[in-house]
Each structure stands twice: as C-alpha cells, then as structure tokens.
C-alpha cells in the first residue's frame, strides 16, 4: 500500500459479455490461448480490442463515412455487400466499383440503391475501408496506391497478390484479427484455408498440430460466377438432350464430374491451390518447420460450400468426445455430428450459413491416441470470402473509433484497441537525458508538446522508454559488487545513497505533501529492503549471479520511470506506467550478464514477440478502462520502463548495456509505430567521438546497415541490437538533443529511403556553426573500441589452416568470447583474434586448456596475449570506391602508429585496424580529417553565433 500507483485515472474492470459465435464480429481466438487447459473446454472469450459494444449491438458512435467494393459485380463482390447489409456495418454510405458494371444500380439492403461507380484510386480513397474483391494483377497494380491517403484508407484485399509478402498481415479475425491494427492493407487467405482454420485453430492451441491431411471438395463458385454459371449449364444442357458443352472455365466438363485439378501444377506434383493451404496455415497459426501439411484438392459438381476431409496429428493426446465439446464453444464454427441420425456437416445446408459445420470426428486408425479425423463444410463465398474481409473491416472500424479520434464517445465500461488509426509515436529518453530534476522537467515537457502534434487531426498517444537515471546502472553494479566481494555493510550505504538521489530528484520535482510524492518515497523505501535482503544473500553467497546483478540493477529503470510518471500527472497529462517485466518477454538462458558499455561483447537477447504482444494486449486491456474519461481524448502518455525484461520463465532480466535503445524499437514494433526518436544530449550521430575529435559533426541520414556497423565497432549511441525490429518494420529511426530540440539529429533509414536522397550529398551543421555539405559516401563515420587484446595461436605445421581457424573459433564460441577482427598467415599456420579485453585472459586460459597438449609437447609455438590496443573502424558505402584503404592508411600513418592487424567486411561497409591504444585519439582525429575534413567537404556558407 502507498505505492504509486501504475495507472493514473478512473480504472474498472469490464464486464465480461458473452456473444453466441454468430454475433462476434472480430472475436480472436488467439486471445485465449493462455485459458486452454488440456482437461478443460475453450470459452468463447472476446479479444481484448472487441470487448466493447461491436456493430451488432448497434452502437450509434462507431461509423466511419464510407465503405468501398471494388468488383462489385463478381459473386465475391456481391457476397460483400450482402454481408454488409445484413451485418448492419456502420458506415454513412457505401460506394461500388466495377468497370463493365459501371452506371448500373445495385439494391443494396439497407444502403438502399447504389450506383456502381467506375474504378479510380482517388475515389476509392474517399473511402476509410476498401474491400478488393479482384484479380491478383488488379490487387498488386492497385492496393498500395490506395491505401493511406488523406482519410487513411485501409485496403482488404481478397484476392492472392500479398498473401505470401512477410510485411502483409495474412488475417482470420477470429485466430491472428490483432495482425491487422494499424495495416494499411491487409490480405484475406485463400476459402479452403479459411474454413479449414476455423476448426484447427482451436484444437492447435489445446493440443498442438504435428501433422495435417487435408482432402477438399471444392465448389465451382470457387471459380467465380462463371463457375457456377458453367456447372449449372453444363446440367441443364445433359438433362436437355444428354450433352455437355466444352468447359470454358475448368480443365474438364464439371457437371457429374469430379477434377483433382485446382490452379497450377507446381515442381513438386502439386497444385498451387493445394501448396496455397500449406502456405497459408503455416503464416496464419505461426508454425514451425517440423509440421507437415499436406493437401489434395478437387472440384467437385457442388455450386457453393467446400467440403474437407482432415486428418490431424497432434504433440498431446487426444480425444474425440473434448473436441466436440472444445468445437461446440469455438466462434464461427458449429458442431455437426450425429450419426445414428445421419447428422453431419452438408454443404447444401452450410451454403448461405457463415458458420462451419464440423462433425464425423472420431480417433484416427492411422495416429491412434494421437490423432483424429474429422469432415467440415463452409460456405467458400462467406466464410473463405467475403464474411472475413467484413469482420475484418469491423475491426478497422475500430481502429477508426480508437485512440485519439476526435468523434469519439466512449463508455465508461469501454476500453479501445492498442493498435488504432492514428499511429504511436514513441520516443526514448537516455540517462544523461535524465541526469537531474532539470532534464526529468524538460523530458516531461518535451513529451507534452509532442503529444500535442497531429496525424490528419488526431493526437497521437505516445510511448516514451526511459533509462535509468545517468550512472544510476554503474552505481547499482558497484553496489551488487561489493556485497559480494566485501563488507555488506558498505554496500548498503551505497544502496542507500543511490536511492537517496533518486528521492532527491523526485523532491525537486514535486511539492511537499504531494501524494505521488509521498507514494513514490514509500515506494523507493519499500524496493531499498527488498533490495537490503538480496545483498545480503549476495554477501552470504560471496557471489553475484547473473540473475541478481539483473534484478539489482533494473531498479534504475523502475525509478526513473516512476519518476516521470508523476511528473507528467502532475502537469495535467493522463498517464499510465508499464512495467516492461511484465510484457517483454525473452529466451529462457538469455542473461549472459551486462556486458560492458562500450565494449564488444556479445549482446544477444532473443526476444519472443509474439508472446510478447499477447502480453501487451492483455495489459492494455487491463489498464485501459476508464483511463478516457471524454470524447476525442488524445490517449495516454505511456511510461515504459528500457533495459529490463523477463525470460519465458518469468526470471527478472536485462537485454544488456545500453539495452533501453533495444527496448524502445522493440516497442516500436509491438506497437506498429513507423519511427521512433532516440533523445540524448548530442545533436546526434557524430562522424567521429567529440571527445577525441574536434571537428566531428552530426550525420544527417544513416543507412541500417551503416548503424548495425556502427553500433558493433564501437559506437555507443546506438545499442547493437536496436535495428534489428526497425529492420523487420521499415522502422525509421531518429536520434535527437534533448537540450537543442531544434536541430533536426540523425535520421536512420531503411535501404530505399536512402536511394531516394541525392546522391550529390546532404547538409549538416558543424560545431563551429558552418552549414556543409556532407557527402554519403564512401565514409561517414570513424569510430573505435577502445580496450581491446590480440590473442595469437601460433600452431606452426601442427593443423592445417582451415582446422587451426575452427578450432579456435570453436573454443572461443563455447567460451562465449565475441570475436573482432581475425587475420590468419597461411604460411605460418597461425592466427591472431581481437576480442575484448575484458574477456581476453578468459580467452587466452581457454585455448590454452584446448592446446594443452601441443604446448607441453612443443608442437606449436605458441598462444600469447597482448591486451594493448584499440580498434579505429572507418564505416560507410564504400563498394566500388577506389582510394579508401589507402586513405585510411595514410591517416594511421602520418601520425606515426602503426597498424597491427586489418580487416575489411564481406559488405564492404567497413574497415578496421588495430592500432596501439596509446595513439587512438591521434589516429581518430587524422582518419577523420582524411575523408571528413573540411578539405574534403564543400563549404555552404558560414553562419555566427545565434545568426546568419
């Protein structure tokens, strides 16, 4: 009790509704995952983002102005309207588009008539949903170009042109919908895959596919209205005169037919129909390699509704009677299995019907306890087609009515998606950002303003990341050291004057006898005796694990963020703190310890995201009631603590020195953010370390790939890891002065961004206050690692070249040793390896154990260590530019030290050399003056202090 409280505003829970499966627009299945229990059944539970009042309950705020159908005239077209007439879609007008249908009047339910419009993206961008009911070409041509726009139009396309693209969420509301929030276009699976899914996905999240058999039979309105058009003559025309007209669309006369024949063979002996199911299941259910699919598909003389026979093996035992019972409470499907009464699923009745009818479920002879088999029936044009791209538009229409749109009016019971129309900003702060009440007033006020921008009108939520207070993170290590190593005594008054600055900055921040002030000391009190008790059991234990030093130091992060928190609350902002050890979920075995800042060390943290993201919805979901208490409110400013996480196993852990980088970009991509702004207290990412080099400046633009080299030789604004979720995203990444907000940083861009600058150079600023032109190649940066030691393995003729390079890399792997830089002489048979000098008598013990043999006998010369030197990198595009190693050269050289070991990457972005440490910042400064002097760069003009 006394704590600060976590969420600031009126907070409930919602009660809980129950809606038949019919009635669930968007219900996702995934939701309940962590509910299943293999004894027990599946709850028709709601998806955290629908557990408001939906469409069928008639809410008269949730409209958006109007629905496009492209392919308005087809049967999948007019399904589409047909759907969303009788599903009441809450939408002012809806628009049709066809192009031999153009200028008909269509009667459209409760739309009343429409006339079909002809085709153009800039009328279909008047539409906030788009649904593409068209041909694959059409979809590529067209569906990018009309997403976005000036009304954030969202493109549901129904046809295969994105199906397989990893950026295109692939989408079953009812199983992945979450996939959806916040896309611009998203793709609809293929009608036999959909009805599939329907009854997989429930029995995969109780009891895990191993295999699946899939036999289908198909309708002819899986071919279009010219399918059915064919069967239905093809009929009329043998019970006529007992004739059958040459097929025009199938491969063989249909009617009294059956065609093991759907789309184009492939390589394999399969047709693209049948590889499409395999595709689809495996993106939409997220599964692994090792289960197999496989699929025969045939047409068969029915006009609607497909049929399956699937036969399943699953990881767990499995019973026949749970998965009827486990079916009968799965949305969208309904359970069909009677027969003594000869009651199984039909598809003459399942046509018209949006639900998939599932019975004849009973224990597979082939897999016994292990398998079932099971026949379904689904209505290709509902639920493979046009049923799941309007669900899906119901969900946009969510995202329409979330965060920050200003026609509003939300309930006291609601919550609103994580993931609505109007994009997260998010934004880090950096521990010097955060070094004094001073900078903890000016990061809330920057937050405040920017939550103030606009996106088409809307404000925008925002996530900010925080570090822990500048040397906050050295203090608590030193603290965990020394109750390990000496008198606990002196670590706790250590402790004690690390949250004693702490409740300082707080004090400054807030009046006397404010309750988040008195909340927030209670709770640096209560954290300082827990933490109290951990270094006493470090001092018993004469050790701190990995684990511990994790723990102690993420209290850092805690702080600073409890901190900012009341501040903002304080200044009138809604504002809601998450703690990331709750959302942010890694690899079990992934601590490894800190690592060192700056150093080269491996800083691997395998991060689970889609765990992950259920996490973060199930927290929104949580603390997002009631957290709105007016229409068209901006949405919160949300705290997130950087640096710190759990494994899988719910073990406190970090993801390394400088990791609260990775964990804003990680956020990022949990909530689909398209940038993310990186606040420090340099102007951004120099060409050089200003502490050494006088005339480094800012980079204007950074490719990724020029930041991952970057960031591993040595950089340290930019955690290692931290472009690896912008990559995956198209991310852009920004790194901004939070004490001269008025300059503009560093931009670092995807690949085709960059492509789109001009190749002749962009400007920056210098520290002098010269404007110049910096040119993109071929070297932007000169960076270094500092500490760092050779090890050389002189094996003489003991081993061949290629087994002394793998068994010293083998060696250092398994002592987890991150190599630098190697350099081999053939000739010799030795080796030399760079590494860290932290680990480098590490290194240098382990391979010693390793030749241990060679040396007592004299078969090699030996293994040595000399841990003198520093690394200087040159990074930049460099490919195909003649000159830069001997320019690099001539850097070292002219100030006299030498170079000791070189190497140059396969992506020729980078060069290093190993030169003495004693002479680094001699070297920086003169590599620096030889591609990035002022000699080198064009001079604009030059501006005075505070003027032109």
């Known amino acids: 009790g006394g704590q600060l409280k976590e969420v600031v505003g009126k907070r409930r829970r919602r009660k809980r509704c129950t809606m038949s499966a019919a ?60 759907v969303l007439s009788r599903r009441e879609f809450k939408c002012r007008s809806l628009r049709l588009f066809a192009r031999r249908a153009a200028g008909e009047v269509y009667d459209c339910g409760r739309f009343g008539k429409v006339t079909v419009e002809p085709f153009s993206v800039k009328a279909a961008q008047d539409c906030a949903v788009v649904l593409l009911a068209v041909s694959g070409s059409f979809a590529t041509q067209y569906a990018e170009e009309i997403s976005g726009g000036p009304n954030n139009t969202v493109v549901i396309d129904n046809s295969s042109a ?76 043998f019970v006529k005169d007992g004739t059958i007209p040459d097929p025009i669309v199938f491969q063989h006369p249909l009617a009294f037919n059956v065609i093991p024949h759907i789309d184009a063979f492939q390589e394999n002996g399969y047709t693209k129909e049948e590889m499409k199911v395999a595709w689809e299941l495996r993106k939409i259910f997220e599964l692994p390699q090792n289960v197999k699919i496989s699929c025969t598909a045939v047409r068969v003389p029915t006009l609607r509704a497909h049929s399956e026979s699937i036969v399943i093996e699953t990881e767990f035992p499995i019973d026949p009677a749970e998965v009827r019972a486990l079916l009968s409470t799965s949305p969208g499907v309904k359970v069909i299995d009677n027969v003594k009464d000869s009651e199984y699923p039909l598809p003459a009745r399942a046509s018209g019907e949006d639900d998939v009818e599932v019975g004849r479920i009973r224990r597979s002879l082939v897999f016994g306890d292990h398998g079932i088999e099971f026949f379904l029936s689904g209505d290709q044009l509902l639920r493979g087609a046009a049923l799941n791209a309007v669900l899906i538009a119901e969900r946009v229409v969510l995202c329409h009515y979330s965060l920050g749109d200003p026609s509003a009016q939300p309930d006291e019971e609601e919550t609103f998606p994580l993931i609505g129309a109007v994009p997260w900003q998010v934004h880090k702060f950096g521990g010097a950002a955060l070094a004094s009440a001073e ?42 050291a020394t109750a390990a190593t000496a008198n606990v005594g002196e670590a706790i008054k250590k402790l004690a004057d690390v949250v004693a600055r702490q409740s300082e ?59 900012l928190t009341a501040v903002l609350v304080a ?42 993201a259920r996490k973060l919805e199930d927290w929104w979901e949580e603390r997002s009631v009631g957290m709105f208490p007016k229409p068209g409110h901006p949405g919160p400013i949300l705290i997130i603590t950087g640096f710190i996480a759990s494994t899988k196993s719910g073990v406190p852990t970090t993801l390394k020195r400088s990791g609260s980088d990775f964990s804003a970009t990680i956020f990022a991509r949990l909530l689909k953010a398209k940038e993310v702004t990186l606040w420090k207290t340099v102007d951004g990412v120099f060409t050089a370390d200003p502490r050494m080099c006088k005339s480094a400046f800012p980079v204007p633009y950074l490719s990724y790939d020029e930041a991952i080299e970057l960031a591993y030789f040595g950089g340290q604004v930019l955690h290692p890891l931290a472009m690896a979720p912008c990559i995956d995203d198209k991310i852009t990444l920004v790194v901004r002065n939070i004490l001269n907000v008025e300059f503009v940083g560093t931009r670092i861009l995807p690949h085709d961004d960059m492509k789109k600058l001009s190749a002749e150079g962009v400007d920056a600023a210098t520290p002098t206050g010269q404007l110049i032109r910096a040119p993109i190649g071929p070297v932007k940066v000169v960076t270094s690692i500092d500490n760092v030691a050779i090890i050389e393995v002189k094996a003489g003729g003991s081993d061949s070249v290629a087994e002394v390079t793998r068994r010293v890399m083998d060696v250092l792997h398994r002592e987890g040793v991150q190599v630098i830089v190697i350099t081999q002489a053939s000739a010799e048979h030795s080796i030399s390896v760079a ?16 030749y241990e043999h060679e040396l007592v006998h004299n078969k090699i010369q030996g293994v040595q260590l000399t841990a003198k030197y520093s690394l200087v990198s040159v990074i930049g595009p460099m490919r195909g530019v003649k000159g830069t190693l001997e320019k690099l050269c001539r850097g070292i050289s002219s100030v006299s030290a030498n170079i000791y070991a070189a190497a140059q990457g396969s992506s020729e972005r980078s060069i290093s050399m190993v030169v003495d440490a004693s002479r680094l910042g001699d070297v920086i400064q003169s590599v620096h003056d030889e591609f990035l002097g002022m000699s080198n760069l064009g001079l604009i003009f030059r501006t005075s202090v505070g003027g032109l």
């Open 439 to 480: 900078r903890y007033k000016l990061c809330a006020e920057r937050l405040i303003a920017e939550h103030h921008a606009s996106s088409n009108g809307w404000k925008q939520p925002i996530a900010a990341i925080l570090s822990a207070t500048e040397g906050m993170t050295d203090a608590l290590i030193e603290v965990a």
């Open 835 to 850: 590494v860290d000098k932290t680990v480098g008598s590490l290194a240098l013990a382990a391979l010693k154990r390793d």
């Open 571 to 612: 200044m009138g902002a809604t504002t809601c703190m998450l703690d990331a050890r709750d959302v942010l979920t890694v690899a079990d075995g992934a601590n490894g310890g800190l690592g060192v800042k700056g150093a080269a060390m491996d800083m691997r943290s395998d991060v689970l995201y889609e765990l992950s």
């Open 505 to 563: 900055i707080a004090r400054k921040l807030l009046p006397k006898g404010d309750p988040d002030l008195i909340g927030l000391e209670e709770s640096f009190e209560a954290d300082y005796r827990k933490l109290e008790a951990v270094l006493h059991t470090l001092n018993l234990l004469r050790s701190a694990t990995d684990e511990a030093c994790g723990f102690i130091c993420g209290m850092g992060e805690l702080w600073s963020s409890r901190t």
């Open 162 to 237: 994105f199906r397989y693209q990893p950026s295109i969420p692939l989408v079953i509301p009812e199983i992945n919908g979450r996939k959806s929030l916040g896309e611009r276009v998203i793709a609809n699976p293929n009608c036999t895959t959909a009805i599939a899914a329907m009854a997989l996905w429930p029995i995969h999240q109780k009891y895990r596919l191993r295999k699946v058999l899939v036999s289908t039979y198909q309708a002819a309105s899986g071919a279009g209205a010219e399918g059915m058009e064919e069967l239905k003559k093809g009929v009329e025309s």
């Open 23 to 82: 009635a669930q627009p968007a219900d996702d299945v995934c939701e309940v995952q962590g509910k299943l229990e293999r004894s027990g059944s599946l709850v028709a539970a709601t998806s955290p983002e629908l557990r408001v009042k939906t469409p069928q309950n008639k809410r008269a705020d949730h409209w958006v102005d109007s629905v496009g159908v492209v392919g308005a005239s087809g049967a999948v077209g007019k399904e589409m309207i047909s």
